[in-house]
């Protein structure tokens, strides 16, 4: 009875063949679950201060600058160090997340207290004119800005801007230029997030959204609203994958491709929000891994103490699974992995064999490879690119509601197999019982030998190094009816 792991679903029923009903540090692939990857230095040492804000920006000629804000600073990172590229000190503090937008050459970043900032090379500096604004995206040739606050009409979080065409330093509303600005008012709330799709952009708040489309001089932008109350949490709860959007909003976690949001959380969505600190849901923070599919949201769970990301939902866009990989981060980052060579090499590995945390055919090693990475709690950035160290998986219940099965053994189904294994049972007599926990065998030949009558099995896996794993089979022998 071979039993194919069909995803991480702890709100569905325990008793459908193949659920994970519970699983740590484990990622979902095409073929079925791995251990996530541990962090490897960038050799960068650690910010001054939290990570508020970072962001990777890809400039016309391909170069790239890699930016990371704290309450006060901005710096940008070179080979192996920050450099201070603030333009004044900010006065955000803590809650003012920087975010950032390339629009051509020209590198943007907002915090909505501090002016906009932008820099060509060097230092950033204030935009003349430009809106303070909390979140900002470049679409269309134009620099587009929200929950903003000028001169003109003060501090309205349903507002947003859109720049001079190819020109985002000119906030000066023209019809030549088309330089306009508008409120989203059909909804109450803020503007929560600002995403391109395409040439369009698409605009949240919490409980409603908005597709922009780019109409030309006068109204320049003519927003269609989804119908609908459904909304995002935050600009970094909204991750494009190019084609569409996933983001999480207040009940449920959807794709967004232009046409209406669909829901894609129903498997895990009870566990999730009851798993989420509501008051700091605001703090979310994704990120894209391109090479795996996988998306990350970072998030603060009931147990964070004033809002700390503490622990993260990982979803596949390819085969629509959910994993998780909990770690303590300050903010997320997509960054590009430059080509290791001999010169380089001290910079990342303080000896030969420290390059053994990293699989051979990890991004990090191939030119330019965008690969995802964090600040941790000591400030300091790190690319998911690591050997697996930990992981776990637990099954769902198998059996019958009439019959008692004695499990012999379970055999697991491997790619790649880990370097150490054990495996705990647990069983019950009624299915609504509460289980018991049995004992934990040690791997030996690739299976777990275990000796456990009832009519309800469940299993955890506990894995040591990398592994992939995409099926299970136990072994059962029926003992009659009762």
């Not at 650690?46 to 804000?69: I, N, Y």
């Not at 894209?288 to 990982?314: E, H, Q, W």
């Not at 370097?419 to 049972?425: G, V």
């Not at 509460?434 to 040690?442: E, K, P, Q």
Request: charged share 20%; with cysteine; aromatic share 12%.
């Amino acid at each position: 009875m071979l039993i194919p792991l069909t995803g991480f679903a702890p709100d569905l029923d325990p008793a459908l063949p193949g659920i994970i009903t519970d699983c740590s540090m484990a990622l979902p692939t095409i073929r079925g679950y791995k251990g996530a990857p541990s962090l490897v230095s960038l050799g960068l040492p650690a910010l001054s201060a939290a990570c508020t804000g970072a962001a990777l920006c890809v400039k016309l000629d391909s170069s790239s600058r890699m930016f990371a804000g704290t309450s006060t600073k901005i710096y940008e990172s070179t080979t192996a160090s920050w450099t201070d590229v603030s333009g004044a000190v900010y006065t955000g503090g803590a809650e003012a997340v920087w975010r950032f937008a390339q629009h051509g050459n020209i590198s943007y970043a907002v915090n909505r207290v501090d002016a906009m900032q932008s820099s060509t090379t060097g230092a950033f500096a204030a935009v003349a004119g430009a809106p303070k604004a909390t979140v900002i995206e470049s679409v269309a040739g134009f620099v587009f800005a929200a929950a903003t606050v000028e001169a003109t009409y003060g501090d309205q979080s349903d507002r947003w801007w859109c720049s001079a065409y190819l020109d985002g330093t000119d906030w000066t509303p023209s019809a030549a230029t088309q330089c306009t600005t508008g409120r989203l008012v059909d909804v109450s709330g803020d503007i929560k997030a600002v995403r391109k799709l395409g040439s369009d952009i698409v605009v949240y708040k919490q409980r409603g959204m908005w597709l922009g489309r780019y109409v030309g001089a006068p109204a320049v932008w003519e927003f269609l609203m989804i119908p609908g109350e459904i909304g995002a949490l935050s600009q970094e709860a909204v991750v494009d994958v190019g084609v569409y959007h996933i983001f999480i909003g207040y009940e449920n976690i959807y794709r967004f491709d232009g046409s209406r949001p669909v829901p894609i959380g129903d498997d895990i969505k009870e566990w999730f929000f009851a798993d989420l600190n509501a008051k700091y849901k605001y703090k979310i923070r994704g990120n894209y891994d391109r090479k795996n599919s996988l998306i990350y949201f970072y998030y603060p769970s009931a147990s964070s103490t004033a809002g700390a990301l503490n622990s993260c939902l990982v979803y596949n866009h390819k085969t629509e699974k959910w994993g998780r990989a909990n770690r303590d981060i300050e903010a997320s980052v997509e960054l590009l992995s430059g080509q290791v060579t001999y010169d380089s090499f001290g910079t990342y590995f303080a000896t030969y064999n420290d390059i053994n945390a990293i699989s051979y055919d990890s991004a990090f090693f191939n030119e330019q490879s965008p690969v995802p990475a964090v600040f941790d709690t000591t400030h300091t950035a790190y690319s998911l690119t690591g050997a697996s160290l930990t992981s776990s998986l637990t099954t769902g219940d198998f059996g019958d509601d009439d019959a008692y099965f004695t499990l012999t053994s379970v055999r697991a189904r491997y790619v790649d197999s880990p370097t150490t294994a054990t495996m705990t049972n647990y069983y019950k007599p009624v299915a609504g019982d509460t289980l018991t926990t049995g004992s934990t065998v040690t791997m030996s030949d690739g299976k777990f030998d275990v000796l456990r009558s009832s009519r309800f099995h469940r299993l955890k896996f506990e894995f040591t190094g990398d592994v992939e794993i995409t099926a299970y089979l136990p072994t059962v022998k029926p003992d009659g009816t009762a």
